[in-house]
């Protein structure tokens, strides 16, 4: 096969449906990121953490599941001793009401941990499915600037070679426009090959929708959330409210270590049967748990999880400087890239666009040559892959940027 009919025929291969015969409907980036959600088995996961931990929070105030004790020595013997009977009770853990509260409250704390992990795990794949549609959208575009190049040498091989035949052009030109040709055919192959490991990558987010062609891209000249505002809402970041939740966990640690000083209670009612030698027995006891010794066993709790308070704390203060730069790194790296693609539209392009229609007005009118004309629309083509990657690298810190801030629905 022709290698510009091969690159067509590949063009179609990855922008096909998996239904036979099927026009693929455009896939867009909210429709990319969606499916994205919905596959990712990371948000899978964090949602049943989440319910895992809702199911724990009520559970946590409840007392504890009564018991039925046996004891003693000879329990499994009925003649051993005279006082020998059946003997059948209740026992029921009475925890203090401080520690069920602080319990409870600590449960509560893990499950808003569980749904900030959730959110940032929802933020994280936002991102990731983002970049990678835009890769596919610009190599796609990349790769058809190549197709287009090579269109056009083949095209120019065929006329020069009728020129050589009848005698208007040298042996010379013909190897020019060959070795053209011959050039952008390998560079299309390349470009098929970034083509396909994008599609690769997005398919492995979003699933067999990969394989339809991208739509419209949504305008990254232009960020959904000012700078300035993303950094006036740093606390309220997915990635920090996970640390902040951990550092509220902690302080819940705390109050727990605290309860162990309040002394637990139980009662327990037992009923033996020793007829026909004695009477049957009831009994009902109380049991008071005795704190001694707090300050080698409570105090050093309490202690401990003070520490983590203060570990939880210093993880966040850190993390926080780190947010604030990465932002502040995205916002340099999107305005940068912003400038070099106007550049590109505005000055770049038409400059490679104007050489190329001046080579090609020399080489027609006998005054210029045909390598010349070669170059010229080598340097078009790359001139607008440079556009595409400058769009792409722009897209790139635009998806960083706009799936920092807070989401509605991924609150609680």
Request: hydrophobic share 45%; glycine share 6%.
């Amino acid at each position: 096969m022709h290698p510009v009919a091969r690159a067509r025929a590949l063009a179609c291969i990855l922008i096909s449906v998996s239904a036979p015969g099927a026009l693929a409907q455009a896939l867009s980036l909210d429709d990319a990121i969606r499916l994205g959600e919905a596959r990712s088995a990371r948000v899978a996961a964090q949602s049943a953490a989440v319910a895992a931990t809702g199911e724990l929070v009520e559970r946590a105030h409840q007392l504890p599941d009564p018991n039925v004790p046996v004891s003693g020595a000879d329990a499994l013997s009925l003649t051993a001793d005279a006082m020998t009977m059946k003997r059948i009770g209740v026992m029921q853990e009475v925890p203090s009401g401080d520690k069920r509260r602080a319990r409870g409250a600590r449960v509560a704390r893990e499950r808003a941990v569980e749904q900030a992990s959730l959110a940032l795990e929802r933020a994280e794949i936002r991102r990731e499915v983002a970049v990678a549609w835009y890769e596919v959208l610009y190599a796609t575009r990349s790769l058809a600037a190549m197709t287009g190049l090579a269109d056009a040498a083949a095209l120019q091989q065929e006329t020069v070679g009728a020129a050589i035949a009848a005698g208007r052009a040298g042996a010379a030109d013909g190897f020019v426009a060959r070795s053209a040709l011959e050039a952008v055919r390998d560079q299309v192959i390349d470009q098929e090959r970034v083509l396909a490991r994008a599609r690769i990558q997005l398919a492995a987010l979003i699933g067999p929708d990969a394989r339809r062609p991208v739509g419209a891209a949504p305008d990254t000249a232009r960020l959904p959330v000012p700078v300035e505002a993303l950094l006036a809402s740093l606390d309220r970041q997915p990635a920090l409210q996970v640390l902040e939740s951990r550092e509220a966990l902690a302080r819940s640690e705390v109050d727990v270590a605290k309860s162990g000083t309040s002394p637990d209670w139980s009662v327990e009612f037992l009923f033996g049967q020793r007829s026909p030698y004695y009477s049957n027995m009831a009994t009902l006891m109380f049991s008071v748990d005795l704190p001694i010794a707090a300050a080698q066993r409570q105090d050093r709790d309490v202690a401990a999880s003070l520490a983590q308070v203060d570990r939880a704390r210093a993880l966040r203060t850190e993390a926080r400087r780190a947010q604030e730069a990465q932002i502040r790194s995205l916002a340099v790296d999107w305005e940068s890239w912003s400038r070099r693609a106007t550049r590109f539209e505005t000055v770049l392009i038409p400059l490679a666009r104007e050489r190329g229609e001046a080579a090609r007005a020399a080489y027609r009118g006998g005054r210029g040559e045909l390598a010349a004309v070669v170059e010229a629309r080598k340097a078009e083509a790359e001139t607008q892959i440079g556009l595409n990657n400058a769009l792409l690298e722009r897209a790139r810190a635009w998806a960083g940027l706009s799936y920092l801030a807070p989401q509605e629905e991924d609150k609680p």
